[in-house]
């Protein structure tokens, strides 16, 4: 139940995480539409997914419906293909997020120094900090790895609320809803709007990326 | 223990029927209803962020350049007026990210466990190693944290090594959903399409959502593969494919050599009887008993495939 929960809080961390990628390339409109389009073609998938999981509730998720569903004689050659690209995904979505992490630690310290520049090699220093700490957590904490993501998850939503309630009530100089839904921005250096809406998609595509990762407690 | 978060990938009936696994009990109601529902809550709740950020943002230029490098500690700090409002708002973001990194790290060396435990990886019988006293499967460990490293070590080489990472995470996790909804489509063409004993069923509209969902996965798929900022030069450039690239040529490599011969495909349902002993657990070898639908099918497939 615990997985469960935690996709449905990451989706505004996440998307928070990678406003940057948005905000250069199509603005607030594409992010916007952008993000109930993938939502809703998300959707055809979840239900597929869920068709699968209610006759095939086992471990390993994609990975094992490919195995079980497969023409026979493909099916361990397809198995080894999405089990390599499962892992990928889900190791190197561990690599964004110490970026993320260590984007806003980084952050937070220029906010309070002003006079402190961002170097590229200082955020990469941090992640290999984060990854590192992550690791021993991971070997010598694992017992208690449960209970701190009950308590980050409670954590989560309580953060969730503060962040929207305080900059809905302190923002003074609020944009106009045509900004917010129709405005178009492009400052990726291409010409094309298409090019700029095509990579603006990324931040959606990213944001909703992890309804199918529900095999750790669901199950 | 460690021990719970191994429970789901050595699939033993008993620790079910244990305490923490009580509130669901039955997976194969609940589990699709949960994948379901995960998308609503998200896209509602990112919907709400995504809006109130951008009533709340201020120059877009500005917002985009600041020297904090985070735009969403840029719109704190415009919207509160204050370092330390901004400050204490970012800090509880960070608090969240700090610790899925945690949550990160433990899923992703449980994959690659898991997968080198069916003899996915290269050396995959050292990476499937649990230590015997703690339960954790430390080489899986060190190796996700090396892989994690140098995916970060690509922003020492571009400046779009973040968006980069964020295309390789995303375009793995899309063409893992992409197969079995490929397999799916394929196996329903070639006729080995099997019944889905399930209680969740789409009927007649399965092959349709299958269908653009598949599509939509492959589109997203070509799309994380272009250019993050024009003009190209190696400096900027998307790493993505040439990740892949690497990724894919490791893959085959040991396929040939290893994964042909030795890769035995997902072991569900089947109990390692060591796994099973060290844990103190009763060991399983039939097809299990109890859980859900579909359970023998599921035993005889990887029979199948082991064969």
Same mark, same amino acid.
């Given at each position: ?80 293909? =999405? $089990? ?6 889900? #190791?190197?979505? %561990?690599?964004?997020?110490? *970026?993320? &992490? ?85 400052? =990726? $250096? ?6 700029? #809406?095509?990579? %603006?998609?990324?931040?959606? *595509?990213? &944001? ?12 | ?307």
């Amino acid at each position: 139940m615990i997985g469960f929960s935690f996709s449905i809080v990451t989706c505004w961390t996440a998307l928070g995480g990678v406003l940057v990628v948005g905000i250069e390339s199509g603005g607030p409109p594409v992010m916007v539409w952008s993000w109930l389009a993938v939502c809703a073609l998300s959707l055809c998938v979840a239900y597929s997914f869920a068709e699968m999981c209610s006759a095939y509730p086992v471990a390993g998720g994609q990975y094992s419906w490919v195995a079980i569903l497969a023409p026979p004689k493909y099916a361990r050659g397809l198995a080894w293909v =999405t $089990g390599w690209f499962m892992c990928t995904g889900i #190791v190197a979505m %561990g690599a964004v997020n110490n *970026f993320i &992490g260590s984007n806003f630690l980084l952050g937070m310290a220029n906010l309070n120094n002003p006079s402190y520049t961002i170097q590229r090699w200082h955020c990469v220093l941090v992640t290999y900090l984060m990854a590192i700490c992550a690791a021993l957590v991971n070997i010598f904490l694992s017992r208690h790895l449960n209970q701190i993501s009950t308590a980050v998850l409670c954590w989560n939503i309580l953060s969730f609320f503060v962040v929207i309630i305080t900059i809905l009530a302190a923002n003074d100089h609020k944009q106009s809803a045509s900004f917010v839904f129709g405005d178009f921005q492009n400052q =990726t $250096g291409f010409s094309s709007s298409g090019m700029a #809406v095509m990579i %603006g998609l990324l931040q959606s *595509f990213f &944001g909703m990326c992890c309804y199918g990762e529900f095999q750790d407690d669901d199950l | 223990m460690g021990l719970l978060l191994w429970r789901s990938m050595i699939q033993i009936p008993v620790p079910r029927l244990t305490s923490e696994s009580r509130e669901m009990l039955n997976p194969s109601k609940e589990a699709p209803l949960a994948i379901i529902m995960s998308v609503y809550l998200g896209a509602i709740t990112g919907f709400i962020f995504l809006i109130s950020v951008f009533f709340c943002i201020g120059d877009l230029e500005a917002t985009a350049t600041t020297p904090t490098g985070v735009p969403l500690i840029q719109i704190f700090y415009d919207s509160t007026g204050s370092v330390g409002g901004a400050t204490t708002l970012a800090a509880m973001i960070s608090i969240i990210v700090l610790v899925c990194a945690n949550s990160l790290m433990a899923e992703g060396s449980r994959a690659l466990w898991a997968f080198a435990r069916d003899h996915g990886l290269p050396f995959s019988r050292f990476f499937s190693r649990v230590d015997k006293r703690s339960q954790v499967p430390i080489y899986a460990i060190v190796l996700c944290t090396v892989i994690q490293m140098a995916l970060n070590s690509i922003y020492f080489a571009s400046y779009e090594g973040f968006s980069t990472v964020i295309s390789i995470a995303t375009f793995g996790f899309y063409l893992s959903y992409g197969m079995p909804l490929l397999v799916r489509l394929w196996s329903r063409f070639t006729g080995h399409a099997k019944e889905m004993p399930g209680s969740y069923s789409l009927g007649k509209w399965g092959p349709l959502l299958n269908f653009i969902g598949l599509l939509y996965l492959i589109f997203a798929g070509i799309d994380f593969n272009f250019p993050q900022i024009g003009p190209v030069t190696a400096n900027n450039m998307n790493y993505c494919s040439a990740a892949f690239g690497i990724i894919g040529l490791i893959s085959l490599v040991t396929w040939i050599f290893d994964g042909r011969k030795n890769f035995t495909g997902p072991q569900t349902g089947v109990v390692n009887a060591v796994e099973a002993d060290t844990q103190g657990l009763p060991v399983v070898t039939g097809p299990r008993a109890s859980v859900g639908g579909g359970e023998k099918d599921v035993e005889k497939e990887i029979n199948a495939t082991e064969g």
